[in-house]
Each structure stands twice: as structure tokens, then as C-alpha cells.
């Protein structure tokens, strides 16, 4: 099962009983301000409000703007026609175009040698709507990571988390690594069940200084880098390690090492934990699906822009798409699948899926009802690997 991550400043609950296997519907854009629901229950949305809620997160959570540049990426079309692909699991087969619909899909691209292969919008969206990433954003700060090591801000991922956030000195996190809290495996213990209230997740406070005193008394239950433990508060900390680092918003990072740089077609809002505030690491840029397919080429690119310049270290990508000592589906805040793929997730159907392979992205923005089920994750990973897998028949014909 892939963990969903929170907002920093929300409460971990589990799904809405109410909520379970909802039919999103089509929303006129232009009734969105009638559906926008309140931002503490963000994970209890209707489908209306999560339709609506998705494409309008600054109008209910505060915002930092990532602004795009004047020179646009092009991405010429070559269509495909993908409706009929076969996507099977154990217990489900179906095709693309049911898969559109019976995963509440609110955008799905195809991006084939950097030619719009696919592209196809539902729920109301169209190419210029922004939509919410959720934890498809950590993999960028990932990225981002790896443009602070090459930039200098950073000397490598094998420095302690500590002497990028003194406050944990004389904690368990002396012992652990940048590389460490990026595979998930500090081994600082953490119960990250949404279910139990009495759980970490459920527990901690989300205000900065006060999570790291939380975390600064958490026990050690297992050496650095051996086991695999998915950390809400971990993801923030990676976050904030790196704004430490660069001395800088991650928004403004990004927009000026990649957005801009790369070519994306149209801003893009990051979600802060509070007003003024910083940006949580795992959560939560809000982009056009083309801007998302943008990214997935960057990652595909090895970090490269149009141009050539390096963004990332030589090998960062590979780097980080190395399965961990820990748990080999896991990389730098990256899940890893078959063949090289490797794709960023989001809970209730977010994506990014890179096959290197085959030269191919495919970006996914969705509103399924429920946040994170083994199914559809499954069926996830299935769609990505099976449109991949069509056009690896085709270079074989």
C-alpha cells in the first residue's frame, strides 16, 4: 500500500465512510465557488467540492506563486489512440476509456519522445485548469534536492539531517542522514497509522519548531538506512532542511531552476502550511496537466534543460531512482516500478509516471473517492505500465 501524506497543518484521518466509492461529476467550472468546501476537511470532500476544491486550492488554502517564463516548451502532437488498452491487476481488467471514467480521471497525458501522444480532459477540466498534486510533490523536492547538492548549498545526501536543522541535535537524528530521511528509513521510530488516535501522525504537532521537538524525543527503534518507515513528519523535514539550505522558498527555487528554465506553459500555486508561511515539503503544487507531463521530462532528461544546461548532479536521477537498502520499491522520495520506471503518486489519483525505456511520461490528475486503496493504486501502476508497454509492441513492429 502507498501512505498518503497530509497537509502539514491538517489532522490525519482516515477516508469518509460517506465519501467511499463516489462518482465524481462534471463541474462547470464556472459554479466552483458554490462547491468550495473548508479546508479542515479537505479529505472528506464530496465529489463536488473535491472537483471544484482541486482546480481552486488558492482559493481556499494560502498560496505562493510559481511563475512560469516567457519561452514555452513545445510539445507537438502525435496522437495515439489509447482507448482500448488492457488495463488488468489480480482482480480487475478494464480498458484505457473505462479506466477514464471508473477512476473519477480529471486529466490524462501521454507524452511519447516529448510528442503529445494522448491528451484528455474529464470532470470539467480543460488544458488550462490547475489541479492539485498532493505527494506527486515530493518528488519534485527531490529534484530540488538534488539542484541544492549541485548548486553548493548542499555538500551531499551522506551529511546528518542535524546540521541542517540544529534544533535536532542530541536526537536520534544525529545519527541519521539526508540520505536517510529521502528513502524513508531514519529509523527513528514513528507509527504513521491514520486509523489509531493515538497514533504519531495523529498526535504530533504540524507547527514547525514544535514537530521538531516532538520528533527530537521519538526514540531510535532501528539503525539508520535498514528499514523501510513511511514518515508524514519526515517529509517535512526534508522541506525545510532544504529551505535552511538554500536560504530560500522552495517555490522560488523551483520556479527559478526548473519552471521557468524548462519551459512550462503557465504558473503554478505551492500550498503553504500557514499564511506568510514556508512550503510543506511533500505537499502541495498545483499545475496544469501539461506543466506535470513538462516535469515528468525534466526528471526523464536526467535533469537537463532544453538547452543542455544541468540542472542536477550528473547521475542524480539514476541516483535517486536506485532502490533502497531498505525497501526496494522506494528510491529518493520516489516509488520505483518495473523495467527502470519510476513514477511521484498522489493520494486520490495524482501521478507522474516516467519510462525511460520507452521514452515515454505519462501525467495523471484524478478525484477518486477514496485517498489511498491497494486496488487503485494497483490499477495505478497498471495503466502506466500498460500504456508503456504499447509502445514498446510498436517500436517492435
Given at each position: 500500500m502507498k501512505p498518503f501524506l497530509l497537509?502539514?497543518?491538517l489532522m490525519a484521518v482516515s477516508c469518509a465512510a460517506g465519501n467511499l466509492h463516489a462518482q465524481a461529476p462534471f463541474v462547470?467550472?464556472?459554479n466552483d465557488t458554490n462547491n468550495l468546501g473548508s479546508p479542515n476537511e479537505i479529505l472528506f470532500w464530496t465529489p463536488e467540492q473535491q472537483v471544484s476544491g482541486y482546480r481552486n486550492i488558492s482559493k481556499i488554502f494560502p498560496t505562493r506563486t510559481i511563475l512560469a517564463g516567457g519561452a514555452?516548451?513545445?510539445l507537438p502532437e502525435a496522437p495515439v489512440d489509447l482507448?482500448?488498452?488492457k488495463i488488468q491487476t489480480e482482480s480487475s481488467s478494464m480498458t484505457l476509456?473505462?479506466?477514464?471514467?471508473?477512476q473519477n480521471v480529471a486529466g490524462l497525458l501521454v507524452l511519447k519522445d516529448g510528442k503529445i501522444a494522448y491528451e484528455r480532459y474529464g470532470l470539467g477540466n480543460n488544458r488550462d485548469s490547475r489541479w492539485i498534486s498532493f505527494s506527486v510533490t515530493k518528488s519534485v523536492v527531490s529534484m530540488l534536492v538534488g539542484a541544492a547538492i549541485r548548486d553548493g548549498y548542499i555538500e551531499s545526501v551522506d551529511e546528518m539531517v542535524s546540521d541542517y536543522l540544529p534544533r535536532l541535535k542530541g536526537s536520534p537524528y544525529d545519527e541519521s542522514t539526508i540520505r536517510n530521511i529521502l528513502q524513508m528509513a531514519s529509523g527513528v521510530a514513528?507509527?504513521?497509522d491514520y486509523a489509531d488516535p493515538a497514533s504519531d501522525v495523529n498526535s504530533a504537532s504540524w507547527q514547525t519548531v514544535a514537530l521538531y521537538d516532538y520528533l527530537g524525543r521519538k526514540p531510535?527503534?532501528?539503525a539508520p538506512g535498514k528499514v523501510f518507515n513511511y514518515n508524514t513528519a519526515e517529509t517535512n523535514l526534508v522541506g525545510t532542511l532544504l529551505r535552511s539550505a538554500i536560504g530560500n522558498n522552495l517555490s522560488t527555487y523551483?520556479?527559478?531552476k526548473i519552471w521557468r528554465p524548462f519551459g512550462m506553459e503557465a504558473d503554478a500555486v505551492w500550498t503553504l502550511t500557514e499564511p506568510g508561511g514556508g512550503e510543506f515539503g511533500g505537499c502541495c503544487i498545483n499545475a496544469t496537466l501539461r506543466d506535470y507531463g513538462r516535469l515528468g521530462l525534466f526528471a526523464l532528461n536526467e535533469g537537463r534543460l532544453p538547452d543542455g544546461t544541468a540542472v542536477l548532479p550528473d547521475g542524480w536521477m539514476t541516483e535517486s531512482t536506485t532502490p533502497s537498502a531498505a525497501y526496494p520499491g522506494y528510491g529518493y522520495l520516489w516509488w520505483l516500478g518495473n523495467a527502470g520506471s519510476y513514477q511521484a503518486s498522489g493520494i486520490f489519483g495524482q501521478g507522474i509516471c516516467m519510462h525511460p525505456e520507452q521514452n515515454v511520461v505519462i501525467a495523471l490528475q484524478s478525484a477518486r473517492a477514496v485517498a489511498s486503496e491497494d486496488e487503485d493504486w494497483a490499477l495505478q501502476d497498471a495503466l502506466c505500465d500498460a500504456v508503456a508497454e504499447e509502445f514498446s509492441e510498436a517500436l517492435a513492429d
Open positions: 497537509f502539514a497543518f462547470d467550472p464556472a514555452v516548451l513545445a482507448g482500448q488498452v476509456d473505462e479506466y477514464f471514467v471508473r514513528w507509527n504513521e531510535r527503534d532501528s523551483l520556479q527559478e
